[in-house]
C-alpha cells in the first residue's frame, strides 16, 4: 500500500505562493492555497474599470531570468504557459524640475550621446566603468544570494560568500558609490533613483543594488501583454494542471498547532473550518502572520514586537486614472525627480511623510500594449512614494503617516495636485490634468486593509544590510515547526522575481525536512555572454577603500563572537 502523500495549505495566493505551490505540487504534495481576497497575485493583481486596465502594484518586468528559471523547473516555458512579453523600446524618460529630460535605453549609442551631453566622452566611459561593477553585483548577488538560504550565521560565513562580499559593496550607499563614476548631481540621480523599486533612499540604499540599473541595460524592460498578472495567472494555472487547489475568498482566522504547541497542523478559516496539513506556509506579509495569525506563545510574541520594529519599506499613494484620450508625450515609464532630491527622500524615510515637492512614477501600460485601454485613449498609472503609517496593528509607535481617514483625504488631495502641477510643468501639456475620465486610489490604508500590508508597506521589510541575509526574517519559523513563508518580508527580498527565487529556498527547505527529493535541477545560473564592455576588471588590493576595511573588520568581529562563544561553552560543559 503507497504512503500518503503529505499535505501542504498555504495562506495566501501572492506570487510567491503561487509558484511555491506548483513547485510543492510537482514534488508531489497535495496542496491548498486560501486567499482572502477574490483574486490571486496580491499586490501583483489588476483592476478593472470599462475597459481599462491597470496593474495594481509592479509593472517592471526585470531580471527575467528568474522568471525563466521558475518556468523551467516547472518544465515549460513562460510562452507555452502563455506569458507573452513586449519588450518597452525606451527603458524611461527621467524628467528634472527645469523640464530637462534623460532618456534611459537599452541602446548604446542612445546612452552614449545623453551621457556625453552631461558629462562628455570621460562620463560614458565611466558609466561603462558603472555597468561592469553592476554585471559583479547581478552575477553575485543571484549565485550567492538569491539561490542560497541563510538561515544561520555560519551561512554568511561561507568560505565562497567571503571571497566575493567585498565587490558587493554592502556598506556603501549607492549615491555615494555612484557619486565615484559620475560627477554631475543629475546622472546620480538617473542611476540611483531606482531603489524606490525596493522602497528605499539611495542615500541609505546598499550599493549592491546598482544591479538594477545593469539588468536594465543589459536585459531590456519588459511588460507581460495582458498585464503582469498574466505571470501569476499561468502559474496558478500550472498548480492547478498538477492537483493544487485554490480556495478564493477564504479568509484565514489563525494557524492550528499540536496539542504541546510545538508544531503546525493547519489553520482555522475565519468560517470556522479547520484545514489539515503536514507543513503551514504563510505567504500573508510577515509582520501580519507573526502578529496575528501564529499563535500567542512567549517567544512568537517576543519575535513579533521585534518585527513591528524593524525598519520598513516606504507606502505609497497610487492613483489609476482613465483617461479620454492619448497622452504623447508620455512613453510607458516615466520618472520626475523632486529639485530637492535628498530632501524629498528624508521626508519619507525619515519623517515618513509625504515631501513637499515628491519624486514618483508614471507608467502608461497602454502605450506598449494597447489592450489596456480602449482604442485611442490611455491608461495612466501614478506611484507616490510616502512614508508608511502609525503603527502595526497591535503595537503603538509614534512615528510614520497618521491613520485617521479624513487626514488621509487631504494628504491624498495634496499629493494628486502636486502631480498634476509638475506633469503639467516639465512636460508642457495640461493634457492629463484636463482629461481624466475616472480615478481610482489606493492610499496606504488601502494596502494595509486590503493585503494586510504591516503599516501600509508596500515593499515589506526594509533592505538595508541589517535586514537582508542571515538578518532577514528566515524562511521557517523557529518558534513552531513545520512552518515556513514565503514573500517580500523573508529571505530573500522583495520584488516578483526575487520573491520567485525565494518560493525555490522555501520550496527546497520544506522537500528537505520532509526527506523528499527535489523534482527540478539545482538552477545554477545561466551565465550570459556579454560584450567585451561589460567584461568585469578583477578585483585588486589598490581598490581597498573604508568600506573594504570595514567588511573585513566585521567579518573578524564575527570570526572573534564565534571563536569566544565556543571557548565559553567549552568551559562552562567541563
Not at 369 to 391: F, Q
Request: proline share 5%; net charge negative; aromatic share 12%.
Amino acid at each position: 500500500m503507497s504512503e500518503k502523500p503529505k499535505s501542504a495549505v498555504i495562506v495566501g495566493a501572492g506570487a510567491g505562493g503561487v509558484a511555491l505551490a506548483a513547485r510543492l505540487a510537482k514534488a508531489g504534495l497535495r496542496v491548498t492555497v486560501v486567499e482572502k481576497n477574490s483574486f490571486t497575485g496580491g499586490r501583483c493583481s489588476l483592476i478593472h474599470h470599462d475597459g481599462y486596465r491597470f496593474d495594481q502594484g509592479p509593472s517592471l518586468f526585470l531580471l527575467p531570468q528568474l522568471f525563466r528559471d521558475t518556468f523551467a523547473d516547472l518544465d515549460t516555458t513562460m510562452p507555452e504557459a502563455g506569458v507573452d512579453l513586449l519588450r518597452c523600446e525606451t527603458n524611461y524618460n527621467v524628467w528634472f524640475h527645469d523640464g530637462e529630460r534623460f532618456q534611459l535605453s537599452s541602446d548604446v549609442a542612445d546612452m552614449r550621446r545623453e551621457i556625453e551631453r552631461w558629462e562628455g566622452p570621460e562620463g560614458f566611459e565611466r558609466w561603462v566603468s558603472w555597468l561592469q561593477e553592476g554585471h559583479r553585483h547581478y552575477e553575485i548577488s543571484v549565485r550567492e544570494v538569491l539561490k542560497k538560504n541563510f538561515m544561520n550565521i555560519y551561512d554568511m560565513l561561507r568560505p565562497s560568500f567571503l571571497a566575493k562580499i567585498l565587490d558587493m559593496h554592502p556598506f556603501e550607499s549607492i549615491w555615494a558609490r555612484a557619486g565615484r563614476y559620475f560627477y554631475t548631481e543629475r546622472l546620480r540621480r538617473v542611476f540611483t533613483f531606482a531603489t524606490m523599486y525596493m522602497g528605499m533612499s539611495p542615500f541609505d540604499a546598499p550599493a549592491t543594488y546598482s544591479l538594477l540599473q545593469y539588468t536594465e541595460f543589459a536585459e531590456g524592460i519588459w511588460y507581460p501583454k495582458g498585464g503582469f498578472h498574466q505571470v501569476v495567472d499561468a502559474l496558478v494555472k500550472i498548480g492547478e494542471k498538477m492537483g493544487v487547489q485554490y480556495r478564493l475568498g477564504t479568509p484565514v482566522s489563525r494557524v492550528l498547532t499540536s496539542p504541546d504547541g510545538k508544531r503546525s497542523t493547519g489553520v482555522l478559516l475565519e468560517g470556522g473550518e479547520e484545514l489539515s496539513a503536514d507543513v503551514v506556509i504563510l505567504n500573508a506579509d510577515l509582520v501580519y502572520s507573526y502578529s496575528n495569525l501564529l499563535p500567542r506563545s512567549p517567544s512568537i510574541e517576543r519575535h513579533s514586537r521585534s518585527l513591528q520594529k524593524k525598519d520598513a519599506s516606504c507606502s505609497s499613494i497610487s492613483f489609476y486614472w482613465s483617461m479620454s484620450r492619448k497622452i504623447p508625450e508620455l512613453s510607458t515609464h516615466n520618472i520626475f525627480l523632486a529639485e530637492e532630491y535628498q530632501e524629498s527622500f528624508d521626508s519619507i524615510f525619515d519623517k515618513h511623510g509625504l515631501p513637499n515637492e515628491p519624486s514618483f512614477y508614471v507608467n502608461v501600460p497602454s502605450r506598449v500594449d494597447p489592450s489596456a485601454a480602449p482604442e485611442g485613449k490611455d491608461a495612466i498609472i501614478v506611484l507616490v512614494p510616502v512614508g508608511h503609517l502609525t503603527r502595526s496593528k497591535g503595537i503603538d509607535s509614534d512615528d510614520g503617516l497618521p491613520e485617521d481617514e479624513q487626514r488621509w483625504d487631504a494628504i491624498v488631495k495634496r499629493a494628486r495636485a502636486e502631480v498634476l502641477s509638475i506633469i503639467s510643468k516639465r512636460v508642457g501639456t495640461t493634457a492629463v490634468e484636463d482629461n481624466i475620465a475616472h480615478e481610482i486610489v489606493n492610499s496606504p490604508l488601502t494596502w494595509e486593509s486590503k493585503f494586510n500590508l504591516d503599516k501600509g508597506a508596500i515593499l515589506g521589510l526594509s533592505h538595508n544590510f541589517f535586514n537582508v541575509l542571515w538578518f532577514r526574517p528566515k524562511t521557517r519559523a523557529s518558534e513552531l515547526e513545520r512552518t515556513y513563508f514565503v514573500g517580500a518580508s523573508t529571505h530573500p527580498g522583495t520584488g516578483v522575481p526575487i520573491v520567485l527565487a525565494g518560493a525555490k529556498i522555501t520550496a527546497e527547505q520544506i522537500l528537505d525536512d520532509l526527506r523528499l527529493p527535489k523534482p527540478w535541477g539545482d538552477g545554477e545560473m545561466r551565465k550570459k555572454s556579454l560584450s567585451k564592455i561589460m567584461d568585469a576588471p578583477s578585483y585588486t588590493w589598490a581598490k581597498f577603500g573604508t568600506e573594504e576595511f570595514t567588511v573585513l573588520a566585521l567579518i573578524g568581529m564575527f570570526l572573534l563572537f564565534i571563536s569566544y562563544y565556543t571557548s565559553m561553552l567549552a568551559y562552562f560543559s567541563r
